[in-house]
């Protein structure tokens, strides 16, 4: 099963302990490679990702979106690796919802800067 990292040599002093996201980049950003072979994977992540944002932040009265908080991002994906222990969850070698799930939280990531530099 994916774990995060606790390696100290990739944190930056200023991200959380605690945080999944370097974990989850390092983990996934290899699927995203394969976006240029199945155009219907990029559709698949893409919704994970409109699910993501519209779940993780609220739109004021102008129906802006916010930018995505990391912090908001990290808790979302350490209660679904949690819930993803429970049920004794493994990676696949193909995609599954977790997979696309937590593919789509390595593009956010990644598409918003959220790790430190």
Same mark, same amino acid.
């Given at each position: 099963m994916f !774990?995060?990292? @606790?390696?100290p040599s990739g944190r930056s002093p200023d991200e959380p302990a605690g945080c999944p996201l370097?974990?989850?980049?390092? !983990? &996934?950003?290899?699927?995203? !490679?394969? &976006?240029? &072979?199945?155009?219907?994977l990029v559709a698949k992540i893409d919704q994970h990702a409109a699910e993501l944002r519209e779940l993780l932040y609220?739109?004021?009265p102008e129906l802006l979106p916010r930018r995505l908080d990391r912090a908001e991002l990290s808790d979302?994906?350490?209660? &679904?690796? @949690?819930?993803?222990a429970e049920i004794g969850w493994r990676e696949p070698v193909g995609y599954d919802f977790a997979v696309?799930?937590?593919t789509a939280i390595c593009w956010?990531?990644?598409?918003?800067?959220l790790l430190a530099a």
């Open positions: !774990a995060p990292s @606790d390696k370097p974990g989850i980049v390092a !983990a &996934f950003t290899p699927r995203l !490679a394969e &976006f240029a &072979f199945e155009p219907g609220a739109q004021g979302y994906a350490l209660g &679904f690796l @949690d819930e993803l696309g799930r937590l956010l990531v990644r598409e918003q800067g």
